[in-house]
Structure formats: structure tokens, C-alpha cells
């Protein structure tokens, strides 16, 4: 599969490559910190066994002597200078996945992990009778030393915490309807509640309100998500190793999830078409604050990724492919069927491991084994699909009614959870790979073709 970008400039700045340099120094740091840092060794390890997580993909920063000539192999690995109000050395990397790195004048090193509320957290550790936690209660942002060694600090780090505010939209966006009988009414009440939200927290912390009710649905329907939640929860971390959000969408509401990801503040990305073959292409969006990412999947045709599809509508076509007959047994993404799927960055062997052993949750074989990114989803979900809807589909000769009655019997595929590891701070795709996945989760792959296009 190969990534489009329609001759847009902006879109091929997105060309995403492993950064070992990068990653060495990084590694570097928190094996010095690990191993002067006990308490946040032992979570480490704990992290692993109990979870299935590496402690490096929680870090939210790192802090560490301006020494040694640290500034200079920063700097030749990638990373530049992006100063804040109260980090004025703070340096980034905006070609990969890494932590910022704050170069201090002290000689201790300090490490803030993501979390989703720090409270939890300290209290899961065992700690939080002897720890102040800095910043108001329900703030946006707070913060708290959870262990302390000589020369070594863990602090808990929470972004877009809940206030009563963001309390009463999240419980509005969790309880929203998403059953209507056009769509078009239905993403016409999603925009009411999100206007709301940000009249009264902001664009910024609307979206991260938004996105914790998404998953709050997609868990209510899938096992490994709850599974796995609760694993997380029991060292107080939440869901804060998130990677992407992925939605499957129908040709004709296409626009509108695009225009209700970027009321939230998303930005569009990469995009990406699988080839003629295929018939079906995705928009990558990208928050700039809260780091939220998006994958949002479409069936297309071979002639419509030279547009921006994103924005432009798609006209009706005959016939479903892989995304749209998913879209028609369950319905949109954002409305009735929620989330296809949430990956998160895990160890992969070890959750692969632990999910089955423990939870009795098997994974399917990976769709990405590169050194740099490996990827996998979790066997799917089965859901009832309704009747209405089956009728539909036989009716205008998208499936069988050979097709019609399996599903009646058995379900169909709906939603998984995804296992991924990435390397090197590799912050792109393997574009082979999803092509392979799409086509493994076709809900009609054990009976007769679908019709070919979008």
C-alpha cells in the first residue's frame, strides 16, 4: 500500500522514519534513572508483569543535568529547542516519539510518567497519605512526587484532569444517544453536546473529555478493552499509553466525522489508499495538545485519493467494501457502533502473553512484525447485528442471504483491541500491513465476495 498525499505540502512534511539515535539517548536516561531510582525500577517491573507495559512509553518528560555535554547529543539526535514558561531548556523531538527532555542545572535527574489521575495513582502505589499533590483538586493539571531517592525523583503527571465542568460534559457525552434514524441528526446532536463542552472548557480539554467518553463506550462493548483497563487501573495508570483512535465511517457521513474531529482541535495528517485492489483509504488526524490520534477508515475508489476526500463529499456508489459493509451491520463509528478498535503501546510479547493466560483473550497474528513497529489485534468481538439492518443488505445485494443468516446465527466482527510495540520513536504506520488487517476483519471474509467498490 502505498501513502498518497494528492500533492499537498503540508501532508508530505508526515514522512515518518525510525530515530535510533534518538531513542539511544533516551534509553540512556532512564536506564541511569532506573537504576538510581529503585521505587520506579520496581513499577517498571511491575508494569511489565501486571500489565504488559514498558515503563519508557508512559514518560511524559525527563530531566537531567545539563552535563557531560548532553545538550550537544540531544541536538545531533534530532531533538530542538522548544521552551516553556518554566522550562526554558526544554528540548523535543518532532520527528518521533520521545519524551521532552529538560536539561536542569541540579544534579539529580527527575522523571514525570502520564497518568490519568494522579490520586489514583498514589494511592495505588501506596503512597498517597505522604504525598502533596500539586495543583488544585479537578484542575486541568497536576502533579506529584510519588517516590524520591537520592538524585532520583518519579512525579505523577496529570493532563486535562476533570473538574465539576468537564465531570457534567463527560457524563452528557458517555449517556449521549447515538441511535437515530438518519445520521445526519445524530452527528447534529453530537455537535450540540461538543459545542457546549467548549464554551465551557475550551477546545483543548473538550477533546480530551470527548475521547474519554469514546472509550468509555468502545469498553462497553469489548471484553480485552475491560480487561485490560482494569489491569491498568491497578497500578492507578489508566489509559494514558493510548496510541490511536480508529473509526470505520460511511462514504456519505465521511465529512462529517472529519468536521467533528476538527471542532475538537484534531489536524489532518498522513492519508492513506491501499490501491485499486483494496478500495479503501483513511484520514491519520493528529491533536497538537492533547496528542490524541486518530485513524479514520472509508471506503474509496482508485480515482478519489488524487481529491481530499477528507473534506470534499464521496458520492454514492454501488455496492461495500471491508469498511462500509462493517458501517452497514453495525453502524457509524461515532454514533451507533462506536470505536472499531483502540491501540495503545504495550510490550508485545508480554500482553499477547498475559491477555490470553489471564483474561482468555487471544490475539490474532500480528499484521506488522518490522524491528521498528509490531502490531496485532485482539480476536474480534462478535456482535449481534440487527435484523432491519440485515434486510437491507440482502435487500440491495450487498450480501447473500446465505451471508444474512450466518451473521443472524453467529454475529459479526466488530471491535478489537490492539497490541503495539514501537521502536526507535517510529511514529508512522506500516501502510502493507494495515491493508492485510482490513482485509482479515472484512466481516464477510468466511462467505461469498462483496460487492467490489465503495
Known sequence: MAMQTGGLASERAFHWEPQPRAQAVVDELVASFLAACPPARGLAERMRTQTGTRFRDWIDFIEAPEAGGLRGRLEGAGFTARPQPGAMNRLVHEGGLFPAVLLGRGPGMRVGIKVERVEDFLAAQGVSGRVEIEGEPLSRFRWARAFASPGAELWAVERHGYHLASLRHFDRL??????????????????????????????????DVFFAAERDYWMRRNKAGRFQKFRQDGLGLGWANHDHHTYRCGRATY????????????????????????GWGAQVLEHPVTGITVFADVDLGPEEIAGDFAHQPLPRRGGVGTIGL?????????????????????????????????????????????PYLRQAFTEAEMWPVDERRLAGLVADGSITAAQAENFRRHGAMGSHLENLQREDGFKGFNQKGVSDIIARTNPAKAHAPVAAGA
Open 174 to 207: 458517555c449517556r449521549r444517544e447515538r441511535a437515530f434514524d438518519r445520521d445526519e441528526d445524530g452527528f447534529a446532536h453530537l455537535h450540540r453536546l461538543l459545542d457546549d463542552a467548549i464554551t465551557d472548557l475550551g477546545t483543548d480539554w473538550a477533546c
Open 255 to 278: 465529512t462529517r466525522v472529519i468536521a467533528t474531529l476538527e471542532k475538537v482541535g484534531l489536524h489532518c495528517r498522513e492519508r492513506f489508499y491501499a490501491g485499486e485492489e483494496a
Open 326 to 370: 462493517w458501517v452497514r451491520l453495525h453502524g457509524e463509528s461515532m454514533l451507533q457502533a462506536g470505536m472499531h478498535h483502540l491501540e495503545a503501546q504495550f510490550d508485545w510479547h508480554a500482553l499477547k502473553e498475559q491477555l490470553e493466560k489471564e483474561g482468555g483473550v487471544k490475539t490474532m497474528d500480528p499484521f506488522t512484525t518490522l
